[in-house]
């Protein structure tokens, strides 16, 4: 029996342990100016359309869950951070990510408790349920597609609360904190901001403004089209 050669990425992915604590909060660039998440807290089912004449985005999330929103993206800002560190640092990395609840709400600003693990563990089933098709970032006539989370693994404690997580990035995201012109890093005082455009706003302006001491100048493009 004859056999081809696996692929060079059909080994077992290795297990990257999230860690750091006090470190800079990154962001993906691209993620911080398109639509990709829902700016309100009440779930919301109908998808997001955004073209405009360079690129073209839907996002997708059907019942139970929904769409991932602004707030659950909180614990993919973490992740990516705990990577970019671990890279600044020359260790080992992988898509496959596991952490702590205590570890991420600490540097989340948010409280400990029962309410707080919920909403942990309905976030990572929002960005797990959240689909994307793109052609940012895909060139030559392109498209992809991803989910925001595309594994998770929960561990839970005695009283039945999310403990400790495994979760799996997609390589879209895995691709852009590799490389450090896709991502940029936030106040930790955005953590507190508790309005959606709120949130969105500081996002857009810190991804155009970067570190322009001469200003920065947003001009309205009028074929963008946003469902």
């Not at 100016?33 to 089912?45: D, H």
């Not at 702590?100 to 029962?114: S, T």
């Not at 691709?175 to 106040?187: F, G, K, M, Q």
Request: hydrophobic letters at 40%.
């Amino acid at each position: 029996m004859s056999l081809r050669s696996p692929p060079s990425n059909d080994a077992q992915m290795g297990l990257f342990s999230a860690i750091f604590t006090d470190i800079a909060i990154r962001d993906a660039r691209e993620a911080m100016e398109m639509p990709f998440l829902s700016l309100s807290k009440q779930p919301r089912f109908r998808p997001i359309h955004y073209t405009s004449r360079k690129v073209e985005v839907t996002v997708s999330g059907g019942p139970p869950y929904g769409i991932a929103t602004i707030w659950d993206w909180d614990l993919i800002m973490w992740l990516l951070s705990q990577v970019r560190q671990a890279i600044d640092r020359g260790e080992p990395v992988s898509r496959k990510v596991v952490f702590h609840r205590y570890a991420f709400l600490k540097d989340a600003r948010r409280a400990q408790g029962g309410s707080q693990y919920q909403r942990l563990e309905d976030a990572i089933a929002r960005l797990k349920n959240t689909n994307i098709v793109t052609t940012i970032r895909a060139t030559k006539r392109r498209t992809v597609m991803f989910s925001w989370i595309e594994y998770a693994d929960i561990e839970r404690d005695a009283q039945g609360n999310l403990a400790r997580a495994i979760v799996v990035l997609p390589e879209w995201l895995f691709e852009a904190v590799s490389n450090r012109s896709l991502i940029l890093s936030l106040h930790h005082d955005y953590f507190l901001l508790t309005g959606g455009i709120e949130r969105w706003l500081y996002r857009f302006v810190r991804k155009g403004a970067g570190r322009n001491r001469g200003g920065w100048k947003w001009t309205m493009q009028l074929d963008i089209n946003i469902q």
